[in-house]
């Protein structure tokens, strides 16, 4: 935890920001940002990302290990991408300290494996990472792969290079098989989110809304970036607040 690095940002009860992949830390976060007026943001960048050292692998249930001491007493989780799914493991392994969790598109798709849309969004993946392509190439494709619609200018500037790398660094999330079971029987609040932009994430968001009792909420007009979505803070502040 010495090398993490972490913003802390507000006065409130505590928020546990965890990113995605392609970018980190606050920039991941940015349109989250007011909401420091009403909460303790916490904000970690996760190993691997600028400025923490480069990993040569990126693990997320290592993660969920790494960051789940930043829950401190009891904070509410809130993860997207990838950082949905460490949250996913985080919650199921210190609920004490979980007041609620909130996740958007988590590529948790072993749970959904079968799904014919999730089974071609996998082997997609699969392809993208395999290619072993430069970082640049590597970025512009996984945003085109994810739906997202964030064009990075050319050249990557030197911590967008370094973030792509890290991407290419992490296990890939279709081998996360989070312990649904143990979330569900958990007593705190959960919210799922999509973005109505694929069906392979809709249908994870739909298995982990009916199997684990959760609040569902849909926000369009950002594709997979969600927290960039409109009214996504006011969706996020609501729930914190109930």
């Not at 809304?209 to 609501?238: C, D, F, K, Q, T």
Request: with cysteine.
């Amino acid at each position: 935890m010495s090398t993490l690095h972490v913003e802390e940002l507000g006065e409130g009860p505590r928020v546990l920001l965890v990113h995605g992949s392609g970018s980190g830390g606050s920039a991941a976060w940015s349109a989250q940002l007011p909401l420091a007026e009403r909460f303790r943001l916490v904000i970690p960048t996760r190993s691997g990302y600028p400025p923490n050292p480069p990993l040569e692998r990126i693990d997320f249930e290592r993660q969920a290990e790494e960051l789940a001491p930043l829950l401190e007493d009891g904070a509410h989780l809130v993860g997207h991408s990838y950082g949905g799914v460490i949250t996913l493991f985080i919650a199921a392994g210190h609920p004490q300290a979980v007041r609620s969790l909130a996740v958007s598109e988590p590529p948790a798709f072993a749970l959904a494996r079968g799904n014919r849309e999730v089974d071609k969004f996998v082997a997609a993946s699969k392809h993208l990472w395999a290619a072993e392509l430069e970082p640049e190439l590597f970025l512009r494709d996984f945003l085109r792969v994810v739906g997202s619609p964030f064009e990075p200018p050319s050249p990557l500037p030197a911590d967008v290079e370094a973030a792509a790398q890290a991407t290419q660094a992490e296990r890939g999330p279709w081998e996360a098989e989070p312990p649904v079971d143990e979330l569900a029987a958990t007593a705190f609040p959960k919210l799922v989110i999509s973005g109505a932009h694929h069906p392979a994430f809709d249908a994870v968001c739909d298995l982990l809304e009916n199997r684990l009792g959760a609040e569902r909420a849909v926000l369009p007009g950002a594709g997979h970036g969600i927290p960039r979505a409109p009214g996504y803070n006011e969706l996020l502040s609501r729930f914190l607040r109930g």
